[in-house]
C-alpha cells in the first residue's frame, strides 16, 4: 500500500480495532502484549470523545428555521 494512503488509513478509526486484533494473533510476551494493546482502546476512545463533541454540537432534533 503506498505511504500516503497508509497514512490516511492509520488515522481512521477501524486502525486501532485491526491493531488489536493482529496484536491477539502474534507471538509475544504477555506485557509487550498488554503495552502494545492499550494504545488501540485509548484511540477509540479519543475518536468516540470527538464523536459525541460534534452531535451534541451540531445535531439538533428541531428543524432548522429560515
Known sequence: MP??????FQVLPTDPVVEVA???Y????LAGD????LWP???????AA?????IVRWFRWEPRRS
Open 3 to 8: 505511504s500516503g494512503v497508509r497514512a490516511v
Open 22 to 24: 493482529r496484536l491477539a
Open 26 to 29: 502474534a507471538p509475544g510476551t
Open 34 to 37: 498488554l503495552e502494545a494493546a
Open 41 to 47: 482502546p485509548v484511540r477509540l476512545l479519543a475518536w
Open 50 to 54: 470527538l464523536a459525541i463533541f460534534v
